[in-house]
């Protein structure tokens, strides 16, 4: 479950802000300091993530970046869907495993078919 996976969530709502699949809500923040540090929160968390420096205020930057996805949300202060790119990549390899066996079933009925000799000698077919 996504609430046990505390990086997952991180990552999932980043990415999706990033996206633009959902948003911080902050019109009806009254504390704009609160809203300004949210941001410089996921800011730093990406940074660090993107020049992997998985050090002691990278992994507190994620528990304090989940406390507050989950209270916002909760709160309806993130609005929009989170979706999981990742979950997608197992149906494109499918897709594309039967595809290959697809071109694999053309070739081999291609090869059986009656092909004049001088057509084959052009095409180099043996």
Known sequence: MLIENTMKLV????ENMIYGNIY????????KKATT???GKIGKWIAKRVSKTHD??????????????L?????????????DIDDKIPVLEEEKQKLSDDNVKMANLLKDAY???QIQDLAGVT
């Open 56 to 69: 002691d205020e990278y992994l507190q930057l994620t528990v304090n970046l989940y406390t507050l996805f």
């Open 115 to 117: 092909i004049p000799t």
């Open 37 to 39: 540090e949210f941001a």
């Open 24 to 31: 911080f809500d902050y019109t009806n923040i009254s504390d």
């Open 71 to 83: 209270g916002h949300r909760v709160a309806g202060l993130i609005k929009g869907e989170l979706k």
């Open 11 to 14: 990552e999932l709502h980043v």
